[in-house]
């Protein structure tokens, strides 16, 4: 039998519904290790994962034998479910519908590594819709505000 030989780096982004500032610091590492699971579960390797109250960066290895909306699927799923089971917030835990998903090559993890792993100095600077427009722009990704993330105003 012949074996697969891949090497795909894919940085996904995704925000809390409504980009409500729920993943507050006392449970972040949890949720980070519970999602962590989550991939590598699914034969992945989580290299970063990182972000902000409403929302994550994940920076990993994709294996081929999934796709990446079923992998996205599954995180926010089972993370959601981890969430509310855990009764970290009052109400209801949820992800936003739809996600980022941003290819690189090997020369590039360490940036992406170090990007991700900084998220919140990075957000001392910018807001997260500059951000994704950011991302999306220098990556030459067309897109259309009306069908991208609920955004917030504030000022940075």
Do not use: C
Not at 29 to 51: E, F, M, Q
Not at 88 to 100: K, M, P, T, V
């Amino acid at each position: 039998m012949a074996n697969n030989y891949t090497q795909i780096y894919v940085q996904l982004v995704f925000a809390v519904s409504g980009r409500a500032s729920l993943i507050r610091p006392e449970f972040e590492d949890n949720l980070y290790r519970y999602i962590n699971g989550i991939i590598t579960k699914r034969k992945h390797t989580v290299i970063a994962i990182n972000g902000l109250a409403d929302h994550i960066h994940i920076l990993i290895g994709l294996h081929p034998d999934q796709s990446i909306s079923d992998l996205v699927r599954d995180i926010k799923s089972n993370s959601s479910r981890y969430v509310n089971e855990s009764k970290w917030i009052a109400g209801r835990f949820e992800w936003q519908r739809g996600y980022g998903a941003f290819l690189y090559s090997k020369s590039h993890v360490e940036q992406v590594k170090h990007y991700v792993e900084h998220q919140k100095a990075h957000h001392a600077k910018w807001n997260f819709e500059s951000e994704m427009k950011h991302i999306l722009d220098s990556l030459g990704i067309p897109y259309e505000n009306e069908y991208m993330f609920q955004w917030i105003s504030t000022d940075y």
